[in-house]
Protein backbone atom coordinates (compact mmCIF):
# COMPACT_ATOMS: atom_id res chain seq x y z
CA UNK A 1 0.00 0.00 0.00
CA UNK A 2 1.57 3.36 -0.91
CA UNK A 3 1.49 6.21 1.46
CA UNK A 4 3.08 9.74 0.42
CA UNK A 5 3.66 13.08 2.03
CA UNK A 6 3.49 16.19 0.50
CA UNK A 7 5.52 18.90 2.82
CA UNK A 8 4.96 22.56 1.30
CA UNK A 9 6.57 25.85 2.65
CA UNK A 10 3.63 27.85 3.83
CA UNK A 11 3.76 31.33 2.22
CA UNK A 12 6.98 30.42 0.92
CA UNK A 13 8.45 33.24 -0.65
CA UNK A 14 7.15 35.32 1.79
CA UNK A 15 8.55 33.24 3.97
CA UNK A 16 12.09 33.03 2.84
CA UNK A 17 12.17 36.85 3.70
CA UNK A 18 11.08 36.52 7.16
CA UNK A 19 13.83 34.38 7.40
CA UNK A 20 16.59 37.22 7.37
CA UNK A 21 14.91 39.97 8.86
CA UNK A 22 13.42 38.92 12.76
CA UNK A 23 11.51 42.58 11.98
CA UNK A 24 8.99 40.69 9.57
CA UNK A 25 7.48 37.85 11.42
CA UNK A 26 3.99 39.91 12.76
CA UNK A 27 4.12 41.99 9.44
CA UNK A 28 2.17 41.49 6.61
CA UNK A 29 4.66 40.60 3.60
CA UNK A 30 4.08 39.97 -0.14
CA UNK A 31 6.35 39.09 -3.22
CA UNK A 32 5.76 40.22 -6.36
CA UNK A 33 6.55 38.99 -9.88
CA UNK A 34 9.02 39.70 -12.69
CA UNK A 35 9.32 43.25 -12.62
CA UNK A 36 7.03 44.04 -9.83
CA UNK A 37 3.74 43.77 -11.48
CA UNK A 38 1.44 41.54 -9.06
CA UNK A 39 1.91 39.97 -5.69
CA UNK A 40 2.51 36.13 -6.05
CA UNK A 41 3.23 35.48 -2.39
CA UNK A 42 1.40 36.72 0.79
CA UNK A 43 1.54 35.71 3.99
CA UNK A 44 -1.89 35.17 6.49
CA UNK A 45 -1.86 38.79 7.27
CA UNK A 46 -1.82 40.29 4.46
CA UNK A 47 -4.49 37.52 2.79
CA UNK A 48 -6.52 38.99 5.98
CA UNK A 49 -6.12 42.14 4.33
CA UNK A 50 -7.61 41.52 1.10
CA UNK A 51 -4.53 41.22 -0.96
CA UNK A 52 -5.69 38.53 -3.70
CA UNK A 53 -3.30 36.05 -5.42
CA UNK A 54 -1.90 37.77 -8.87
CA UNK A 55 -3.68 41.21 -7.58
CA UNK A 56 -1.41 43.95 -9.81
CA UNK A 57 0.51 46.01 -7.54
CA UNK A 58 -1.33 49.40 -8.90
CA UNK A 59 -4.39 48.34 -7.28
CA UNK A 60 -2.85 47.84 -3.62
CA UNK A 61 -0.27 50.02 -3.59
CA UNK A 62 -2.02 52.27 -1.03
CA UNK A 63 -3.52 49.32 1.15
CA UNK A 64 0.45 48.17 1.48
CA UNK A 65 1.17 51.68 2.62
CA UNK A 66 -1.42 52.16 5.06
CA UNK A 67 -0.73 48.57 6.53
CA UNK A 68 2.79 48.89 6.92
CA UNK A 69 2.68 45.92 4.11
CA UNK A 70 6.28 44.63 3.62
CA UNK A 71 6.69 44.60 -0.46
CA UNK A 72 9.49 42.33 -2.20
CA UNK A 73 10.34 42.06 -5.61
CA UNK A 74 11.09 38.46 -5.71
CA UNK A 75 14.43 36.79 -5.39
CA UNK A 76 15.02 33.49 -6.79
CA UNK A 77 18.33 33.19 -6.14
CA UNK A 78 17.38 33.13 -2.73
CA UNK A 79 14.21 30.82 -2.80
CA UNK A 80 16.18 28.82 -5.12
CA UNK A 81 18.64 27.81 -2.35
CA UNK A 82 16.41 28.04 0.36
CA UNK A 83 14.52 25.08 -1.53
CA UNK A 84 17.42 23.30 -2.04
CA UNK A 85 18.57 23.27 1.70
CA UNK A 86 15.06 22.37 2.45
CA UNK A 87 15.22 19.39 0.26
CA UNK A 88 18.32 18.04 1.29
CA UNK A 89 16.45 17.65 5.13
CA UNK A 90 13.57 15.36 3.16
CA UNK A 91 16.12 13.56 2.05
CA UNK A 92 17.77 12.01 5.43
CA UNK A 93 13.67 11.84 6.26
CA UNK A 94 13.27 9.89 3.00
CA UNK A 95 15.27 8.50 0.14
CA UNK A 96 12.33 8.25 -2.57
CA UNK A 97 11.27 11.62 -3.09
CA UNK A 98 9.82 14.01 -5.91
CA UNK A 99 10.09 17.98 -5.47
CA UNK A 100 7.03 18.93 -7.31
CA UNK A 101 7.47 22.47 -7.30
CA UNK A 102 9.94 25.18 -5.16
CA UNK A 103 8.35 24.43 -2.18
CA UNK A 104 6.89 21.58 -2.51
CA UNK A 105 8.17 17.55 -2.16
CA UNK A 106 6.07 14.42 -2.06
CA UNK A 107 7.72 11.99 0.27
CA UNK A 108 7.40 8.51 -0.06
CA UNK A 109 5.76 7.28 3.63
CA UNK A 110 5.13 3.40 3.28
CA UNK A 111 8.10 2.36 5.70
CA UNK A 112 6.70 4.30 8.12
CA UNK A 113 4.38 2.63 10.37
CA UNK A 114 0.59 3.75 10.13
CA UNK A 115 0.94 5.16 13.87
CA UNK A 116 4.00 6.69 13.93
CA UNK A 117 3.77 9.16 10.45
CA UNK A 118 2.01 11.94 12.45
CA UNK A 119 4.69 11.85 14.54
CA UNK A 120 7.41 11.93 11.63
CA UNK A 121 5.60 14.37 10.01
CA UNK A 122 6.52 16.85 12.96
CA UNK A 123 9.83 15.56 13.58
CA UNK A 124 10.33 16.41 9.58
CA UNK A 125 8.42 19.97 9.75
CA UNK A 126 10.48 20.99 13.05
CA UNK A 127 13.92 19.83 11.81
CA UNK A 128 12.91 21.90 8.87
CA UNK A 129 11.87 24.55 10.84
CA UNK A 130 15.36 24.96 12.71
CA UNK A 131 17.19 24.12 9.71
CA UNK A 132 16.35 26.31 7.47
CA UNK A 133 13.38 29.11 9.33
CA UNK A 134 11.06 28.31 6.78
CA UNK A 135 7.19 26.99 8.39
CA UNK A 136 5.73 23.79 6.57
CA UNK A 137 2.68 22.05 6.48
CA UNK A 138 2.84 18.32 5.64
CA UNK A 139 -0.20 15.86 4.60
CA UNK A 140 -0.17 12.63 4.35
CA UNK A 141 -2.55 10.19 2.45
CA UNK A 142 -2.29 6.99 0.39
CA UNK A 143 -2.43 8.94 -2.81
CA UNK A 144 -0.75 12.00 -4.28
CA UNK A 145 -4.28 13.56 -4.78
CA UNK A 146 -5.46 12.77 -0.98
CA UNK A 147 -1.93 14.36 0.59
CA UNK A 148 -2.24 17.40 -1.33
CA UNK A 149 -6.23 17.68 0.34
CA UNK A 150 -4.34 16.65 3.99
CA UNK A 151 -1.68 19.68 2.90
CA UNK A 152 -4.18 22.22 2.13
CA UNK A 153 -6.91 20.84 5.48
CA UNK A 154 -3.51 20.51 7.72
CA UNK A 155 -2.23 24.37 7.30
CA UNK A 156 -5.82 25.41 9.65
CA UNK A 157 -4.45 23.14 12.36
CA UNK A 158 -2.08 24.01 15.03
CA UNK A 159 0.22 21.45 14.47
CA UNK A 160 0.57 21.67 10.46
CA UNK A 161 0.34 18.26 10.13
CA UNK A 162 -2.65 15.88 8.94
CA UNK A 163 -2.71 12.14 8.21
CA UNK A 164 -5.36 10.36 6.37
CA UNK A 165 -3.81 7.21 6.08
CA UNK A 166 -7.31 6.06 7.59
CA UNK A 167 -10.20 6.39 5.30
CA UNK A 168 -12.41 7.14 7.93
CA UNK A 169 -10.40 10.02 8.91
CA UNK A 170 -10.40 10.78 4.86
CA UNK A 171 -14.27 11.02 4.78
CA UNK A 172 -14.53 13.33 7.78
CA UNK A 173 -12.15 16.01 6.11
CA UNK A 174 -13.66 15.19 2.37
CA UNK A 175 -17.17 15.99 4.09
CA UNK A 176 -16.35 19.68 3.99
CA UNK A 177 -13.81 20.32 1.89
CA UNK A 178 -14.30 22.43 -1.23
CA UNK A 179 -14.10 21.35 -4.65
CA UNK A 180 -12.01 24.07 -5.65
CA UNK A 181 -9.27 23.02 -3.52
CA UNK A 182 -9.06 19.79 -4.80
CA UNK A 183 -5.60 19.20 -7.31
CA UNK A 184 -6.57 19.20 -10.74
CA UNK A 185 -10.09 20.38 -10.84
CA UNK A 186 -9.88 23.89 -11.95
CA UNK A 187 -12.50 26.86 -12.76
CA UNK A 188 -13.89 25.24 -15.84
CA UNK A 189 -14.25 21.57 -14.05
CA UNK A 190 -15.64 23.42 -10.98
CA UNK A 191 -18.80 24.17 -12.76
CA UNK A 192 -19.80 22.10 -14.43
CA UNK A 193 -20.00 20.08 -11.06
CA UNK A 194 -21.42 22.88 -9.19
CA UNK A 195 -24.12 22.91 -11.79
CA UNK A 196 -24.68 19.12 -10.71
CA UNK A 197 -24.76 20.30 -7.07
CA UNK A 198 -21.19 18.76 -6.37
CA UNK A 199 -19.40 20.85 -3.74
CA UNK A 200 -17.40 19.34 -1.68
CA UNK A 201 -14.57 16.56 -2.38
CA UNK A 202 -16.54 13.70 -0.43
CA UNK A 203 -19.09 14.36 -3.30
CA UNK A 204 -16.07 14.06 -5.90
CA UNK A 205 -14.95 10.80 -4.38
CA UNK A 206 -18.67 9.03 -4.83
CA UNK A 207 -18.91 9.88 -8.01
CA UNK A 208 -19.20 7.36 -11.18
CA UNK A 209 -15.42 7.24 -12.65
CA UNK A 210 -17.52 7.45 -16.32
CA UNK A 211 -19.41 10.13 -15.33
CA UNK A 212 -16.08 12.47 -13.93
CA UNK A 213 -14.32 11.22 -17.19
CA UNK A 214 -17.12 12.65 -19.30
CA UNK A 215 -17.06 15.81 -17.75
CA UNK A 216 -13.65 16.37 -16.99
CA UNK A 217 -11.58 13.99 -19.47
CA UNK A 218 -9.19 11.29 -18.08
CA UNK A 219 -7.97 13.94 -15.66
CA UNK A 220 -11.21 13.59 -14.17
CA UNK A 221 -11.52 9.62 -13.43
CA UNK A 222 -7.96 10.13 -12.34
CA UNK A 223 -9.21 12.24 -8.98
CA UNK A 224 -11.98 9.99 -8.17
CA UNK A 225 -9.59 6.89 -8.56
CA UNK A 226 -7.46 8.57 -6.29
CA UNK A 227 -9.94 10.26 -3.86
CA UNK A 228 -10.85 6.67 -3.09
CA UNK A 229 -7.25 5.80 -2.28
CA UNK A 230 -6.62 4.23 -5.31
CA UNK A 231 -3.57 5.43 -6.75
CA UNK A 232 -3.58 6.73 -10.44
CA UNK A 233 -0.69 9.20 -10.28
CA UNK A 234 3.01 7.22 -9.56
CA UNK A 235 5.69 9.10 -7.53
CA UNK A 236 8.46 10.58 -9.99
CA UNK A 237 11.33 10.09 -8.15
CA UNK A 238 13.50 10.32 -11.39
CA UNK A 239 12.80 12.73 -14.16
CA UNK A 240 11.37 10.30 -17.09
CA UNK A 241 13.69 10.47 -19.99
CA UNK A 242 13.06 12.43 -22.25
CA UNK A 243 12.62 11.16 -25.84
CA UNK A 244 12.55 14.50 -27.90
CA UNK A 245 12.88 18.24 -27.47
CA UNK A 246 11.21 20.90 -29.57
CA UNK A 247 11.15 24.65 -29.33
CA UNK A 248 8.54 26.09 -31.81
CA UNK A 249 6.75 29.41 -31.77
CA UNK A 250 3.85 31.54 -33.51
CA UNK A 251 5.62 35.07 -34.80
CA UNK A 252 4.05 37.99 -33.18
CA UNK A 253 4.04 39.07 -36.31
CA UNK A 254 4.97 37.75 -39.84
CA UNK A 255 8.49 37.26 -41.14
CA UNK A 256 9.54 38.39 -44.53
CA UNK A 257 13.42 38.44 -44.42
CA UNK A 258 16.16 36.08 -43.69
CA UNK A 259 17.99 37.34 -40.69
CA UNK A 260 14.57 37.97 -38.90
CA UNK A 261 14.35 34.41 -39.28
CA UNK A 262 17.57 33.42 -38.58
CA UNK A 263 17.86 35.60 -35.37
CA UNK A 264 14.72 33.19 -34.48
CA UNK A 265 16.03 29.93 -35.25
CA UNK A 266 18.84 30.88 -33.47
CA UNK A 267 17.34 31.57 -30.37
CA UNK A 268 15.30 28.55 -30.74
CA UNK A 269 18.36 26.61 -30.44
CA UNK A 270 19.95 28.80 -27.55
CA UNK A 271 16.26 27.62 -25.81
CA UNK A 272 17.31 24.04 -27.06
CA UNK A 273 20.77 23.87 -25.54
CA UNK A 274 19.31 25.21 -22.37
CA UNK A 275 17.11 22.21 -22.27
CA UNK A 276 19.21 19.93 -22.87
CA UNK A 277 21.92 20.91 -20.36
CA UNK A 278 19.46 20.88 -17.66
CA UNK A 279 18.42 17.30 -17.86
CA UNK A 280 22.29 16.56 -19.22
CA UNK A 281 20.99 15.14 -22.48
CA UNK A 282 22.76 16.00 -26.33
CA UNK A 283 21.77 15.62 -29.40
CA UNK A 284 23.22 14.94 -32.81
CA UNK A 285 20.85 15.88 -35.34
CA UNK A 286 17.73 18.46 -35.12
CA UNK A 287 15.38 19.44 -37.58
CA UNK A 288 14.30 23.40 -38.37
CA UNK A 289 11.06 23.59 -39.67
CA UNK A 290 8.87 27.15 -40.91
CA UNK A 291 5.46 27.49 -42.58
CA UNK A 292 3.45 30.49 -43.47
CA UNK A 293 -0.17 30.77 -41.78
CA UNK A 294 -2.92 28.23 -43.13
CA UNK A 295 -5.06 30.70 -42.19
CA UNK A 296 -4.43 33.57 -44.70
CA UNK A 297 -5.12 31.31 -47.84
CA UNK A 298 -5.09 33.96 -50.11
CA UNK A 299 -1.45 34.61 -50.16
CA UNK A 300 1.37 32.57 -51.18
CA UNK A 301 1.74 29.19 -48.88
CA UNK A 302 4.60 27.59 -48.49
CA UNK A 303 5.80 24.85 -45.17
CA UNK A 304 9.43 23.17 -45.49
CA UNK A 305 12.20 21.40 -42.96
CA UNK A 306 15.25 20.01 -43.00
CA UNK A 307 17.34 17.58 -41.14
CA UNK A 308 20.88 18.48 -40.01
CA UNK A 309 23.63 15.78 -38.82
CA UNK A 310 26.32 17.59 -36.27
CA UNK A 311 29.07 15.27 -36.29
CA UNK A 312 28.77 14.78 -32.87
CA UNK A 313 26.27 15.06 -30.15
CA UNK A 314 26.35 18.20 -28.33
CA UNK A 315 24.25 20.54 -25.54
CA UNK A 316 26.56 23.59 -26.53
CA UNK A 317 23.91 26.38 -27.88
CA UNK A 318 26.95 27.48 -30.65
CA UNK A 319 26.95 24.33 -32.48
CA UNK A 320 23.01 24.07 -32.54
CA UNK A 321 22.84 27.56 -33.48
CA UNK A 322 25.37 26.90 -36.57
CA UNK A 323 22.78 23.83 -37.34
CA UNK A 324 20.24 26.03 -37.27
CA UNK A 325 21.48 28.33 -39.72
CA UNK A 326 22.91 25.66 -42.23
CA UNK A 327 18.97 24.80 -42.29
CA UNK A 328 17.72 28.31 -43.00
CA UNK A 329 20.08 28.92 -45.73
CA UNK A 330 18.97 26.09 -47.04
CA UNK A 331 15.50 26.40 -46.55
CA UNK A 332 14.84 29.93 -46.94
CA UNK A 333 12.93 31.33 -49.82
CA UNK A 334 12.24 35.00 -50.25
CA UNK A 335 8.43 35.91 -51.06
CA UNK A 336 6.36 34.48 -48.20
CA UNK A 337 5.17 35.10 -45.32
CA UNK A 338 6.10 32.98 -42.49
CA UNK A 339 4.25 32.61 -39.42
CA UNK A 340 5.95 30.10 -37.18
CA UNK A 341 8.99 28.14 -37.31
CA UNK A 342 10.96 25.82 -35.12
CA UNK A 343 13.45 23.39 -33.79
CA UNK A 344 13.28 19.69 -32.95
CA UNK A 345 15.61 17.07 -31.99
CA UNK A 346 14.61 12.90 -31.04
CA UNK A 347 17.07 10.73 -29.90
CA UNK A 348 18.89 12.15 -27.30
CA UNK A 349 21.65 10.80 -25.64
CA UNK A 350 23.36 11.41 -22.75
CA UNK A 351 26.27 14.05 -23.86
CA UNK A 352 29.37 12.13 -24.90
CA UNK A 353 32.73 12.39 -22.54
CA UNK A 354 35.12 14.14 -24.56
CA UNK A 355 38.27 12.27 -25.59
CA UNK A 356 41.42 13.13 -23.45
CA UNK A 357 42.91 13.39 -27.33
CA UNK A 358 44.66 15.77 -29.28
CA UNK A 359 43.60 19.22 -30.32
CA UNK A 360 39.72 18.78 -29.90
CA UNK A 361 39.83 18.58 -26.07
CA UNK A 362 40.69 22.10 -25.49
CA UNK A 363 37.56 23.49 -27.59
CA UNK A 364 35.50 20.79 -25.61
CA UNK A 365 36.59 22.37 -22.17
CA UNK A 366 35.78 26.01 -23.48
CA UNK A 367 32.53 25.29 -24.78
CA UNK A 368 31.43 23.80 -21.61
CA UNK A 369 32.72 26.21 -19.80
CA UNK A 370 31.17 28.71 -21.98
CA UNK A 371 27.84 27.22 -21.23
CA UNK A 372 27.79 26.72 -17.98
CA UNK A 373 28.51 30.28 -17.26
CA UNK A 374 25.71 30.99 -19.52
CA UNK A 375 23.63 29.10 -17.91
CA UNK A 376 24.74 30.46 -14.17
CA UNK A 377 24.03 33.98 -15.30
CA UNK A 378 20.69 33.44 -16.68
CA UNK A 379 20.16 31.23 -13.54
CA UNK A 380 20.91 34.10 -11.49
CA UNK A 381 19.69 37.53 -13.88
CA UNK A 382 17.02 36.01 -15.27
CA UNK A 383 16.37 34.17 -18.80
CA UNK A 384 18.32 35.91 -21.26
CA UNK A 385 20.59 38.01 -19.41
CA UNK A 386 23.26 36.50 -21.21
CA UNK A 387 22.42 35.27 -25.12
CA UNK A 388 24.55 34.19 -28.21
CA UNK A 389 24.46 37.46 -30.57
CA UNK A 390 23.26 35.13 -33.14
CA UNK A 391 19.86 35.42 -31.58
CA UNK A 392 19.88 39.33 -30.91
CA UNK A 393 17.62 41.03 -33.06
CA UNK A 394 15.10 38.61 -34.03
CA UNK A 395 10.98 39.27 -34.90
CA UNK A 396 9.72 40.50 -31.95
CA UNK A 397 11.55 43.70 -30.54
CA UNK A 398 9.86 43.79 -27.10
CA UNK A 399 12.56 41.32 -25.92
CA UNK A 400 13.37 43.20 -22.33
CA UNK A 401 16.44 42.99 -20.96
CA UNK A 402 15.64 45.06 -17.78
CA UNK A 403 13.56 43.47 -15.86
CA UNK A 404 12.59 45.42 -12.47
CA UNK A 405 13.66 44.27 -8.77
CA UNK A 406 13.51 47.57 -7.24
CA UNK A 407 12.90 45.75 -3.87
CA UNK A 408 14.57 42.96 -3.81
CA UNK A 409 16.32 41.87 -1.13
CA UNK A 410 20.30 40.86 -0.69
CA UNK A 411 20.63 37.16 -2.09
CA UNK A 412 21.79 36.51 1.23
CA UNK A 413 22.57 32.71 0.93
CA UNK A 414 24.40 32.77 -2.65
CA UNK A 415 26.68 35.84 -2.73
CA UNK A 416 29.07 36.25 -0.66
CA UNK A 417 29.03 40.27 -0.71
CA UNK A 418 25.59 39.95 -0.09
CA UNK A 419 25.80 38.06 3.24
CA UNK A 420 23.64 39.48 5.94
CA UNK A 421 25.89 41.48 8.34
CA UNK A 422 25.54 41.28 12.31
CA UNK A 423 26.55 43.68 14.46
MG1 LIG B 1 3.50 26.78 -0.41
Not at 219 to 248: D, F, M, S, W, Y
Request: net charge positive.
Amino acid sequence: VTALALIDGNSFYCSCERVFDAKLEKRPVIVLSNNDGCAVARTSEAKALGIKMGQPMFQIRDLCRENKVAVFSSNYALYGDMSRRMNTIYDTFSPDNEIYSIDETFLDVAPVPKGQRTEWAGDLRATTRQWTGIPCSVGIGPTKTLAKLANKASKHLPGGVLDLSDPREQARVMADFPIGDVWGIGRASQAKLLALGIRFAGQVRDMDSKLARQMMTVVGEKIVHELNGIPCIALETVAPQRKGCAVTRSFGSRVTMKVEMEQAVAGYATRLGEKLRRHNLATDQVTVFMHTSRFNDDEPQRSVSMTVDIPEATNDSLQLIKAGRRAVDNLWLSGFRYSKAGIITQDLVRPPIPQRALFDNLDHERAAAVMAAMDEANRRWGRATVVPAATMGGPKKSQSFSTKFEMRSPRFTTRWDELPECR
